[in-house]
């Protein structure tokens, strides 16, 4: 965890940036937008010492609104990003931001191995079970009967991806879920994950007003886990599997080994270079 | 044209060790070139092996002379064969005549008909049951002292060698080794009137891979991050790399795949430290999009692609030039970027080098292609020099409230500033973007981003080694990577038989200097354009920039046969 911040301490509005976001009126993202500021100021995290990795996707747009360093790369690809830049720079706080469909569809390898590597960093997936973006189509989070897209007009017809039991099979070491209707909370999460040491996923339940406007009803639906975290995996997978999808809180959190090299020159280019010598 | 096709290269000895995979064909060559270099040869061995690691074919196949060597020759003096199992599936490797002689082992069984149909003489020794004579003989020791002593290598040079390769095997084998040796020295083999002969240069040599050459240019140029993923042939880069990387404060991280691998290291450069990745074909198509968002977002890469026999899978384990294509026109958009290629194995070392800076100063990305040829071939030659470069990343370590991380500038690059810098807080995009880095859709930001991207390119000035350029006769030999050293040997032999040449090798393809090579091949009058692939890829680039005459020639070959200087020399007396 890095130093605290330099006085005057900066409050969340300070770590906003002043480009407005594309989101549509009453997205769940505004929400998280603001939960990552607010965490951001409980931490007191020097600005330049943040930096943001995304996808594409509505939810991938994230870095441009905060005032952090901050790579709004390709479709998928964020963790890998995220990979190299943590294990060239130990020193930062690494933040990945995305949705269902970059995280879990298109970069869904990226996700398991990000998730066994268990570098120190923090994943914000915003779920909302739609690819909003690309005007609406089926997510691996969307529901097998959900048959308001044109290219899958009978419904995807397929289990949904489970990202919570995935993350845990995969290794991630901290596993939350979180929801952009409860912002307090969502900010207590984010907190947690960022200094939890290792790999943090939080899934984050955050409503598309416009391609899915019944997620209106997710706020009567959300519930605290019956249970609390206990750090052993085979409780947290029965917790996962028991659970109806819109369970929110820690579900995961375990102190396991962070792949991190150190970077430490113990030779020189010149002393190698004796090898290739007559 | 005059006939140059019996003035071979004078002075050089070939040969060529085969057995199945796992038999130590390979390590026979390995210790036959230390040797040699102790002795105070120059050469190269290349080696030939089929996709599977053990039970396939092996061969290393060595050419050792008094004076650096940049190719194979076109046939081979001398021929040990281990067993005679999988001869068959690569014989064309290995062209033998009535001058050969073939050192083989009864016990493997009558020597094939492919060989000797040649009319090359056959020499029986036999490796196993002599082997066998020694606890823990093996019969490629005796095979190496049989062939050293047809090559007139000598013998305390042979023991040097074998206790360098065997380094770490302990000294039980290295005995049993050099017991086997002695034997095979001893069995009264005439030496053959073309051998190498003592030759002691005391200048100083390297005996170092392709590969291992691109991995030391990629230190050389400042790398300290890797991602990859194996793939053949270019996971020998990585494995040279790992352990190096953590000596000189670096690492690398063995990637899920190259999707991720090109993405880990944008993500590293992004984060200010140097940045590469290294794969082969396949591997290349797979990393493309990534390499669009490093051109966009300005994000310093290199990637070395070790190039194989394609498409798909194709020859995993040959050699073919025949990526220039996507790495010229592979990526989406309008992507301006570098193109390299090393021309000799030692000459990875600079080219690599060369790349990594370019890409630092340029902000951009640099595609080296070397190949399976370059790659997995050792040279024993001169130590490569070490340039400094006066090329480095233009960064910002003390930016205001104003900072534009694309602001415009007189050479198109814009200062960058890295992660942890106050005040120099921006967001790299791979969206279109304005001087900010705000995403942007305007016609006006994509116009002015497009030229800046294009212009820092080529207004680059990129000096004399964008080409290494040798004679001023009128008859033009163009090409580029690997294949340079078949084109200057060919160069040299056509010379020697009164032919007026000229070579133009390229290092640089993209941005193509196109003005520089117009000058190079003025007042020529007849320009070929050698390569190693099917397409014609390099001849139908430069065709596309008028680069050539409307009357020059394309003289491609595909692989997996190495490009042979007496096969150009052929061509081009054909053509006369």
């Known amino acids: 965890m890095n130093a605290p911040a330099t006085t005057p301490a900066l409050r969340a509005k300070d770590y906003k940036s002043d480009i407005k976001p594309i989101w549509c009126p009453g997205c769940g993202h505004f929400a998280v937008l603001a939960a990552a500021t607010k965490a951001l100021a409980h931490l007191g995290l020097p600005k330049e010492q943040v930096a943001l990795i995304s996808g594409i996707g509505c939810s991938s747009r994230l870095p441009a609104y905060i005032d952090s360093y901050g790579f709004h790369g390709v479709h998928g690809r964020a963790l890998a990003v995220a990979a190299g830049l943590k294990t060239a720079r130990p020193d930062l706080t690494v933040l990945i931001a995305g949705g269902d469909g970059d995280g879990f569809s298109i970069g869904g390898n990226h996700f398991l191995h990000a998730c066994r590597r268990n570098m120190d960093m923090t994943y914000i997936v915003m779920d909302n079970e739609v690819y909003g973006m690309t005007k609406g189509q089926a997510s691996p989070t969307t529901a097998p009967e959900w048959t308001h897209s044109k290219m899958t007009p009978h419904g995807t017809g397929m289990r949904r991806f489970q990202p919570a039991a995935m993350a845990l099979a995969a290794g991630a070491t901290w596993i939350a879920r979180g929801f952009s209707g409860d912002p307090s909370e969502l900010t207590r999460l984010l907190v947690e994950a960022i200094q939890h040491p290792g790999f943090s996923l939080l899934h984050v339940l955050s409503p598309c007003q416009t391609f899915r406007p019944e997620q209106k009803q997710w706020k009567e639906q959300v519930h605290p886990f019956a249970d609390s975290n206990t750090g052993d995996p085979v409780a947290a997978a029965q917790r996962i599997h028991a659970d109806d999808g819109m369970a929110l809180g820690l579900i995961y959190a375990n102190h396991l080994p962070v792949w991190q090299p150190r970077n430490q020159a113990t030779s020189s280019i010149a002393a190698l270079e004796e090898e290739f010598r007559v | ?576």
């Open chain 2, 1 to 576: 044209m005059p006939d140059a096709s019996i003035a071979a290269h004078s002075g050089s000895f070939s040969v060529a060790v085969t057995g199945s995979g796992g038999s130590g064909a390979v390590t026979t060559g390995l210790i036959l070139l230390e040797a040699a270099a102790h002795a105070g040869y120059f050469g190269m061995l290349s080696r030939s092996a089929g996709p599977q690691i053990r039970g396939g074919e092996s061969a290393a196949m060595l050419r050792l002379g008094p004076a650096p060597l940049a190719c194979m020759d076109d046939r081979f003096d001398l021929l040990v064969g281990l067993d005679w199992l999988n001869i068959a599936r690569f014989i064309d490797e290995i062209p033998l005549d009535r001058d050969s002689l073939v050192l083989a082992d009864p016990a493997a069984g009558t020597v094939p008909a492919v060989l000797t149909q040649s009319g090359a003489r056959v020499r029986e020794v036999p490796f196993k049951e002599l082997a066998g004579s020694v606890a823990d003989g093996r019969a490629n020791m005796v095979a190496l002292g049989a062939l050293a002593a047809a090559g007139g290598f000598p013998q305390d040079a042979l023991l040097a060698g074998l206790n360098a390769v065997l380094a770490g095997k302990g000294d039980r084998v290295r005995q049993a080794s050099s017991q086997c040796l002695t034997l095979g020295y001893e069995q009264g083999i005439e030496t053959l009137p073309r051998a190498a002969g003592a030759a002691r240069h005391p200048v100083a040599r390297w005996n170092i891979s392709g590969n291992e050459a691109c991995g030391l240019g990629a230190l050389r140029g400042g790398i300290r991050f890797v991602a990859a993923y194996p793939i053949t042939p270019a996971s020998e880069i990585l494995e040279w790399l790992a352990p190096r990387l953590e000596q000189v404060g670096g690492s690398l991280l063995q990637a899920e795949d190259e999707l991720a691998s090109i993405n880990m290291i944008i993500g590293a450069s992004f984060g200010g430290v140097p940045a590469l990745t290294a794969t082969s074909g396949p591997g290349l198509s797979l990393m493309t999009e990534g390499l669009g968002l490093a051109v966009a977002s300005e994000t310093p890469l290199t990637v070395i692609d070790v190039m194989r026999g394609g498409p798909s899978t194709g020859i995993p384990t040959k050699s073919e030039q025949v990526d220039l294509n996507i790495a010229l026109y592979g990526l989406h958009g309008d992507a301006p970027h570098l193109v390299l290629a090393p021309l000799t194995i030692s000459d990875c070392v600079f080219t690599t080098q060369w790349a990594v800076q370019l890409a630092e100063h340029l902000q951009t990305v640099a595609v080296v292609l070397s190949d399976q040829l370059l790659g997995q071939s050792r040279t024993i030659s001169p130590p490569p020099p070490n340039l400094e470069l006066p090329l480095v990343r233009r960064t910002l370590d003390t930016p205001d409230e104003t900072y534009r991380r694309y602001a415009p500038s007189a050479d198109g690059v814009s200062p960058m500033t890295v992660p942890g810098t106050p005040h120099g807080m921006y967001t790299a995009d791979g969206l279109e973007h304005n001087q900010r880095g705000t995403p942007s859709s305007r016609a006006s930001d994509h116009l002015e981003h497009l030229d800046k991207r294009l212009h820092k390119i080529t207004a680059h000035d990129f000096g004399a080694h964008w080409a290494e350029m040798s004679g001023d006769g009128e008859i033009a030999l163009l090409t580029w990577g690997s294949s340079s050293g078949a084109v200057r040997e060919a160069a040299a032999r056509l010379e020697a038989a009164g032919a007026s040449v000229r070579v133009v090798a390229l290092r640089l393809l993209m941005p193509l200097q196109s003005d520089a090579l117009r000058d190079a091949l003025a007042g020529c009058s007849r320009v070929w354009v050698i390569e190693q692939n099917h397409g014609r890829q390099l001849f139908h680039y430069l065709k596309s920039f008028d680069a050539l005459p409307s009357d020059a020639h394309s003289l491609a070959r595909p692989g997996p046969l190495p490009l042979r200087p007496g096969d150009i020399v052929a061509a081009l007396t054909e053509e006369a």
